[in-house]
């Protein structure tokens, strides 16, 4: 039997949980406010997303980390936190090769990613997988969004929120590890996103950091995601949600693969004024979440938990 772990919350957001304006709604955003502001992690239930969608996901990326080293370089970007990264140590496989592709929700943005691929055929079934796959979890995104406003009672602000979301979708791919190895294949570290969904193949790897320091082994049950919050939750929430610390350890016979939607906006990010007064004061200035993504990376402030307060606190 896969181990269990009981200490981390799960919320079920079967259909009838997550339709807005019912009592079952209500609760469920009660449950993910409490999650988040105790945890800064849940793992969510949600059967929207088949597991013909996700497995085809999985193996498009399969294919294109199977492609030679000289092709896969190619998938670069302006930015620096896009495109492939992934560089052998030690004279070994890289433990973790990484694929960010910005955008993931628009064909143009996907096809920069699946020109890779010579035969047009490959291309055209790779964009529709990929689209298919990011537009359903960006949709999961955008539920959990609206129950945290509804938990906060600032619904209202909901629908400008959501005309700002941006999103990345990021491919780890961690190579199988010899016996005894035991690899720290990601450092203890918070997502510089809004929040983060994460989902992968069968390989478990996923550690969270709870208060009393001691790091949980996530398993993921069956058609479930893990969501994280990030920096942008911490500013937004004027410090009510805090990120979690999370890091990958491989110890496994088998590659894993994980994908995380990251949640971004293209604006600044400000609280809410009805999140703030005298019990509550403003915690951080308002910044342009794209600027703090680039800083965590060019300024190397990835490690840094309390970067927000470095860079923008009040
Ligand atoms: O592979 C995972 O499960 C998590 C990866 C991660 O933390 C990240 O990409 O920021
Ligand atoms: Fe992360």
Redesign the pocket.
């Given at each position: 039997m896969a181990p269990q772990t009981p200490s981390l919350p799960r919320i079920d957001f079967s259909s009838e949980n997550s339709e807005p304006g019912t009592s079952s709604w209500l609760s469920t955003s009660k449950q993910v406010k409490d999650a988040l502001e105790n945890h800064g992690f849940f793992l969510v239930t949600y059967d929207k997303i088949s597991s013909e969608v996700k497995n085809a996901f999985i193996l498009a990326m399969k294919e294109f980390h199977d492609l030679p080293e000289e092709q896969k370089s190619r998938f670069t970007s302006d930015k620096p936190y896009l495109g492939y990264f992934g560089q052998a140590r030690d004279g070994k496989p890289p433990i973790l090769e990484?694929t960010a592709i910005g955008d993931p929700t628009s064909i143009q943005a996907v096809e920069g990613f699946t020109n890779l691929f010579r035969s047009s055929g490959k291309k055209d079934h790779l964009r529709e997988i990929i689209l298919s796959y990011t537009k359903q979890v960006a949709e999961l995104h955008e539920l959990i969004l609206k129950m945290v406003l509804e938990g906060y009672g600032v619904e209202k602000y909901y629908e400008s929120l959501k005309e700002s979301l941006a999103y990345i979708c990021?491919v780890?791919k961690?190579r199988a590890t010899e016996p005894n190895e035991r690899d720290v294949?990601?450092v203890p570290?918070t997502?510089s996103s809004f929040m983060?969904i994460?989902d992968?193949n069968e390989v478990n790897?996923?550690e969270v950091k709870s208060k009393d320091g001691s790091w949980v082994p996530?398993d993921f049950p069956p058609s479930s995601f893990?969501l994280?919050a990030g920096d942008g939750l911490l500013a937004w929430s004027n410090g009510r949600i805090r990120p979690k610390v999370?890091?990958?350890i491989m110890a496994a016979e088998e590659p894993?693969y994980?994908?995380?939607l990251?949640c971004y906006t293209h604006g600044i990010v400000e609280a809410p004024k009805d999140l703030v007064d005298e019990q509550h004061p403003l915690l951080f200035k308002p910044f342009n979440h794209f600027e703090l993504v680039s800083l965590t990376q060019t300024k190397k402030l990835y490690l840094i938990e309390d970067r927000l307060k470095v860079l923008y606190g009040v």
């Amino acid at each position: 039997m896969a181990p269990q772990t009981p200490s981390l919350p799960r919320i079920d957001f079967s259909s009838e949980n997550s339709e807005p304006g019912t009592s079952s709604w209500l609760s469920t955003s009660k449950q993910v406010k409490d999650a988040l502001e105790n945890h800064g992690f849940f793992l969510v239930t949600y059967d929207k997303i088949s597991s013909e969608v996700k497995n085809a996901f999985i193996l498009a990326m399969k294919e294109f980390h199977d492609l030679p080293e000289e092709q896969k370089s190619r998938f670069t970007s302006d930015k620096p936190y896009l495109g492939y990264f992934g560089q052998a140590r030690d004279g070994k496989p890289p433990i973790l090769e990484l694929t960010a592709i910005g955008d993931p929700t628009s064909i143009q943005a996907v096809e920069g990613f699946t020109n890779l691929f010579r035969s047009s055929g490959k291309k055209d079934h790779l964009r529709e997988i990929i689209l298919s796959y990011t537009k359903q979890v960006a949709e999961l995104h955008e539920l959990i969004l609206k129950m945290v406003l509804e938990g906060y009672g600032v619904e209202k602000y909901y629908e400008s929120l959501k005309e700002s979301l941006a999103y990345i979708c990021r491919v780890n791919k961690y190579r199988a590890t010899e016996p005894n190895e035991r690899d720290v294949a990601v450092v203890p570290h918070t997502d510089s996103s809004f929040m983060t969904i994460l989902d992968q193949n069968e390989v478990n790897g996923l550690e969270v950091k709870s208060k009393d320091g001691s790091w949980v082994p996530v398993d993921f049950p069956p058609s479930s995601f893990a969501l994280v919050a990030g920096d942008g939750l911490l500013a937004w929430s004027n410090g009510r949600i805090r990120p979690k610390v999370h890091r990958v350890i491989m110890a496994a016979e088998e590659p894993r693969y994980s994908i995380g939607l990251f949640c971004y906006t293209h604006g600044i990010v400000e609280a809410p004024k009805d999140l703030v007064d005298e019990q509550h004061p403003l915690l951080f200035k308002p910044f342009n979440h794209f600027e703090l993504v680039s800083l965590t990376q060019t300024k190397k402030l990835y490690l840094i938990e309390d970067r927000l307060k470095v860079l923008y606190g009040v």
